[in-house]
């Protein structure tokens, strides 16, 4: 591609759109740098496109000339409009979900910029404005300066369209430099101007400027409390799951020990108990209840240093366990030995531990202190 005034050539390096409306491609002219890069929009030179051809050709001799329009030439039955390309990031990478409070007036600041870049343009190109303000078109590079590519390759189809649709783009230019705080439920002022951009209520984007710097006010004297719900709400779906996770676990955990307490439970019955020997009565330890042991006894009198169950004497108050025993009508030591212990071989230890003679007749309502067999077995021992 020639340039018809200064008789220089764009080399193109990428095609960005290529169909029978227009072509977009980036090029450069002289040095292949990043500085002398272009988007050079080519567009058929006939009588379907001479609309356009008037209007960026009044554009690019008016006084309010984009300083990115640089050249317009025609060439071989097309005509050409570049501009100044810039290799940096676009407005949604830039600023997708990277909330910061200390961030956020520096991107107020940019949002604003890139309005008024917008507003500029003179609004009888309307449809040149409307392809400045699509989002992608609109790059801001790491010293905040503000780039609009001004690739054309939508310019038909804001033909014979009105305002609405510029003030929808900008809603989403505003959607993208302040991702976070427009889903924010709290920040309730900026969705109202942003429902109003895509209702298009908005005559002019200095009067939407006014709105939105009340709205950003508004927003940073927003509660800290509420910022932090509003952060607390971006991992509550993964504090959820691991909950949810933490939770199963748990069950499965404890349905695995059940499981296993129970096996063991099982096994441990099955299990002989081993018969203990305390002072020449065998417990075998299968019963809960003390008083239903199983016991067998041996011969006293033929073992050797050991003392007969009928010769115990307890001495009243003797430091040993016991249970109290309310006398009923008929009751004798004799009766009482055969119901508590099943055996009368203890009557000696319950009159001698009560301070009585084994004649002694009972008194109904008293209380008799019965010692504890075990104890009884112990005492023998020693």
Same mark, same amino acid.
């Given at each position: 591609m020639r340039n018809s005034t200064k008789n220089s050539d764009y080399v193109v390096i990428a095609n960005l759109v290529e169909n029978e409306k227009i072509s977009v491609f980036i090029a450069y002219k002289g040095k292949n740098t990043l500085?002398?890069?272009?988007?050079?929009?080519?567009?058929?030179?006939?009588?379907?496109? #001479?609309?356009?051809?008037?209007?960026?050709?009044?554009?690019?001799?008016?006084?309010?000339r984009p300083k990115e329009f640089v050249d317009f030439f025609v060439k071989n039955n097309k005509f050409y409009a570049v501009?100044?390309?810039?290799?940096?990031?676009?407005?949604?990478?830039?600023?997708?979900?990277?909330?910061?409070?200390?961030?956020?007036?520096?991107?107020? $600041?940019?949002?604003?910029?890139?309005? #008024?870049?917008?507003?500029a343009i003179p609004r009888i190109h309307h449809e040149i404005l409307g392809c400045a303000s699509e989002p992608q078109n609109i790059k801001v590079n790491e010293n905040k300066n503000i780039f609009i590519t001004y690739n054309l390759q939508n310019i038909f189809?804001?033909?014979?369209?009105?305002? $609405?649709?510029?003030?929808?783009?900008?809603?989403?230019?505003?959607?993208?430099?302040?991702?976070?705080?427009?889903?924010? $439920?709290?920040?309730?002022?900026?969705?109202?101007?942003?429902?109003?951009c895509a209702e298009g209520v908005y005559s002019s984007i200095p009067e939407l400027i006014v709105e939105l710097r009340k709205a950003e006010k508004i927003s940073k004297a927003t509660s800290w409390l509420s910022y932090f719900k509003y952060r607390f709400s971006f991992y509550k779906p993964l504090i959820l799951k691991i909950g949810k996770t933490v939770l199963t676990c748990s069950v499965i955990a404890g349905l695995i020990y059940l499981g296993y307490s129970k096996i063991n439970e099982g096994l441990n019955t099955n299990q002989a108990a081993a018969a203990v020997t305390i002072g020449g009565i065998t417990y075998n330890g299968n019963s809960k209840d003390?008083?239903?042991?199983?016991?067998?006894?041996?011969?006293?009198?033929?073992?050797?240093n050991t003392k007969s169950a009928d010769d115990i004497i307890l001495s009243e108050g003797l430091d040993m366990e016991y249970e109290d025993y309310v006398v009923q009508q008929d009751d004798t030591i004799s009766s009482i030995c055969e119901q508590y212990y099943k055996d009368t071989k203890y009557i000696t230890a319950i009159a001698t531990f009560n301070g009585m003679e084994i004649t002694d007749k009972l008194t109904p309502g008293t209380i008799l202190k019965l010692p504890n067999r075990t104890a009884i077995a112990l005492y023998i021992s020693k």
């Amino acid at each position: 591609m020639r340039n018809s005034t200064k008789n220089s050539d764009y080399v193109v390096i990428a095609n960005l759109v290529e169909n029978e409306k227009i072509s977009v491609f980036i090029a450069y002219k002289g040095k292949n740098t990043l500085d002398n890069l272009y988007i050079v929009n080519q567009f058929c030179y006939d009588k379907d496109d #001479m609309y356009f051809f008037k209007k960026l050709f009044s554009l690019f001799n008016s006084d309010n000339r984009p300083k990115e329009f640089v050249d317009f030439f025609v060439k071989n039955n097309k005509f050409y409009a570049v501009f100044k390309y810039q290799e940096t990031q676009g407005i949604k990478e830039k600023y997708e979900k990277n909330l910061s409070v200390t961030a956020f007036d520096d991107r107020c $600041k940019i949002l604003e910029l890139i309005l #008024m870049k917008i507003s500029a343009i003179p609004r009888i190109h309307h449809e040149i404005l409307g392809c400045a303000s699509e989002p992608q078109n609109i790059k801001v590079n790491e010293n905040k300066n503000i780039f609009i590519t001004y690739n054309l390759q939508n310019i038909f189809k804001y033909r014979g369209s009105d305002t $609405k649709t510029i003030f929808e783009n900008i809603k989403n230019i505003i959607l993208d430099v302040l991702p976070a705080e427009c889903n924010a $439920k709290f920040n309730k002022q900026l969705h109202i101007v942003i429902r109003k951009c895509a209702e298009g209520v908005y005559s002019s984007i200095p009067e939407l400027i006014v709105e939105l710097r009340k709205a950003e006010k508004i927003s940073k004297a927003t509660s800290w409390l509420s910022y932090f719900k509003y952060r607390f709400s971006f991992y509550k779906p993964l504090i959820l799951k691991i909950g949810k996770t933490v939770l199963t676990c748990s069950v499965i955990a404890g349905l695995i020990y059940l499981g296993y307490s129970k096996i063991n439970e099982g096994l441990n019955t099955n299990q002989a108990a081993a018969a203990v020997t305390i002072g020449g009565i065998t417990y075998n330890g299968n019963s809960k209840d003390e008083s239903e042991k199983v016991i067998s006894t041996e011969n006293q009198d033929n073992q050797n240093n050991t003392k007969s169950a009928d010769d115990i004497i307890l001495s009243e108050g003797l430091d040993m366990e016991y249970e109290d025993y309310v006398v009923q009508q008929d009751d004798t030591i004799s009766s009482i030995c055969e119901q508590y212990y099943k055996d009368t071989k203890y009557i000696t230890a319950i009159a001698t531990f009560n301070g009585m003679e084994i004649t002694d007749k009972l008194t109904p309502g008293t209380i008799l202190k019965l010692p504890n067999r075990t104890a009884i077995a112990l005492y023998i021992s020693k």
